[in-house]
């Protein structure tokens, strides 16, 4: 055992995963390297920035409580957020694959194969557990490193480096993280390669353990990548490549044990796929795997698993540099999945609506066009995950109080549907709309509710989620725009109208044949492009952009632009 900090003191981490560290694109003739920070507030908000280290595959990254970017790794040594190294921390992963991916200043070249937590005690301990690559497909040991951000005046230090936690062969699925059911202490999971052996290994405050369990079908898979992902709940396990496919297991926070293993074998051509994804929904209801040009829905409430696939996408022809695949996945504090296709894109899919079965899903390929190419997501643990109340690890006097948060998505005419992404188990949803008028409609205890306005403008709603510990209410305003059924009506002379300006996300416009495809390219005011859309709607979303001036283009497939105008972005006026 690893002696660690043993006082403890314990806050429920609501924002530790609001930062995604992306892209970092390295370029030999530059100092820096450049890409993107996903901000997750109340809407996405990406940012285009410089830093000095480059991210490939490997990407791990940790906020505060409050969402303040802390520290970040890829996989060669740690940064803090304004860029500092932490001290020690060079020469993670030693190996063949630092040999070649670090020395040269990039980045480690193994997804998923880094997690990043905050200790169990009082003292602000972060712990990376990290798997090498040792030679080409063959992971050797997961090993454990610490950073004491308390030292070296507030800079860190690491203290421990490259400790081995796991000496074995391990899976190319990776590792996750988990709570532990006591609310407090972590699980981190890892694969043995060409077995049915699952490793374990516990923090909590007075060190760290590690165990192993045999269960379900032995792994075939010569060099099959993919992901090993915890449920958002914790009760259940789920790992997937191409070559070995679908294992589900029912997992026991409390003693680290899995049962119930159910293995969905596919025989198809994407057998011969090396990489894949894998990604829950966030209600844990849904489960979806992306092969390399097909993406799969599992409903895991369904008696007869395999029998509940449906094949929801297949990958689209390139519309930004390399793209044309479905690729790996993570699940945003949003409730929304993220999926980069392979081999460093442009381009990062968005599902819009992982609860909902089959098409309804949303999955909207290369929804996300940027400016450079990135290779990697980050791999977080569910950070908003409290304890198993009444289960016997139940010992520490830690509730779940609910965490209210949620989400709107215009629809046509003055409609708005509403997502809850509420944490610390809920068991009670109480909306309110803003829309007195509406008497008894304008409340609702649904969990994802739908309401219609009478008019455009602003409205304050307001979430109450509540469970037997307490309530947390969260309110927001919702803009609901002008439609088309209230576009301006173009003057004599003046062709398509771009509406509304300032926006507070949605841009319209009218005067463009209807079903005619249109590019939409929005620059920023130092000349970058910071959004395109490929669209035959007469409709896009700025949201993804933070607050600010854009010039809005409008081009039509043969280059003819339609609409060129100034767009003022301001979601919170």
């Given amino acids: ?36 920070l996903f901000n997750f507030e109340d809407s996405l908000k990406v940012v285009y920035s410089t830093r000095n280290m480059p991210i490939v595959l490997t990407n791990a990254s940790i906020c505060d409580s409050t969402g303040n970017l802390l520290m970040y790794s ?110 407090r202490d972590w699980w981190v999971i890892a694969a043995k390669k060409f077995s049915n052996r699952y490793y374990f290994i516990l923090l909590t405050p007075h060190g760290i353990e590690t165990k192993y369990q045999e269960i379900g079908d032995v792994d075939t898979g010569e060099v099959a990548g993919g992901e090993i992902v915890f449920s958002p709940d914790g009760s259940k396990l789920a790992r997937f490549d191409s070559q070995d496919d679908l294992k589900v297991f029912d997992f026991d926070r409390c003693t680290g044990a899995l049962s119930n293993p159910v293995h969905v074998k596919m025989q198809n051509e994407a057998d011969i796929e090396i990489l894949a994804g894998l990604a829950w929904s966030a209600d844990g209801r849904y489960l979806y795997a992306s092969e390399n040009r097909r993406l799969l829905q599992f409903d895991t409430y369904a008696a007869d698993l395999a029998g509940s696939m449906q094949v929801v996408a297949t990958a689209e022809p390139p519309v930004c540099f390399l793209s044309g695949s479905i690729g790996t996945m993570e699940l945003g504090p949003d409730g929304m999945i993220y999926c980069r296709p392979y081999n460093g894109q442009k381009c990062l ?28 997501l980050p791999h977080f643990p569910n950070f908003r995950l409290g304890p198993v109340d009444g289960s016997p690890c139940d010992t520490l006097g830690l509730d779940n109080h609910p965490l209210a948060n949620w989400r709107y998505d215009r629809t046509p005419g003055l409609g708005v549907d509403f997502t809850s992404v509420s944490w610390y188990n809920p068991t009670d949803w109480l909306w309110d709309f803003g829309d007195p008028a509406s008497g008894a409609a304008n409340s609702s205890t649904e969990k994802h509710p739908a309401h219609t306005y009478p008019a455009p403008g602003p409205y304050e709603v307001c979430l109450t989620v509540s469970n037997q510990y307490g309530s947390d209410t969260k309110c927001k305003t919702v803009w609901v725009g002008t439609t088309s059924s209230l576009a301006p009506t173009p003057s004599d002379g003046e062709g398509v109208i771009l509406w509304p300006n300032p926006t507070t996300g949605m841009v319209y416009w009218s005067g463009v044949p209807e079903g005619e495809p249109v590019t939409v390219r929005v620059v920023d005011a130092l000349g970058r492009l910071r959004l395109e859309r490929h669209t035959t709607e007469h409709q896009a979303d700025l949201s993804a952009l933070e607050d600010g001036l854009y010039f809005t283009v409008l081009v039509g497939r043969d280059g003819q632009v339609w609409a060129s105008k100034t767009v003022v972005l301001a979601k919170g006026y």
Avoid at 119 to 135: C, N
Avoid at 150 to 170: F, H, L, P, R, W
Avoid at 349 to 376: D, S, V
């Fill in 349 to 376: 899919h968005r599902m819009k609506h992982p609860e909902r079965a089959g098409a309804a899903c949303a999955f909207e390929q290369n929804y996300f066009q940027l400016e450079y190419p990135f290779n990697g």
């Fill in 74 to 183: 890829n996989g060669c040594y740690i940064e803090k957020a304004n860029g500092t190294v932490i001290e020690n921390s060079e020469g993670l992963n030693p190996g063949l694959l630092y040999n070649l991916s670090c020395a040269d200043s990039s980045g480690y070249r193994l997804e998923n194969s880094m997690i990043l937590i905050e200790g169990t005690g009082d003292t602000p301990l972060f712990h990376f557990f990290h798997i090498p690559s040792v030679a080409p497909f063959f992971l050797k040991d997961v090993l454990h490193t610490e950073v004491d951000m308390s030292a070296n005046n507030g800079n860190g230090i690491t203290v421990v480096k490259n400790e081995v936690i796991v000496s074995d062969t391990i899976h190319r699925h990776g590792l996750h993280a988990l709570r532990h059911a006591n609310g």
């Fill in 1 to 36: 055992m690893l002696p660690l900090a043993v006082s403890f003191s314990h806050i429920y981490a609501q924002k530790q995963d609001n930062i995604w560290v992306l892209g970092y694109n390295y370029e030999p003739t530059t100092p820096e390297s450049e890409g993107y």
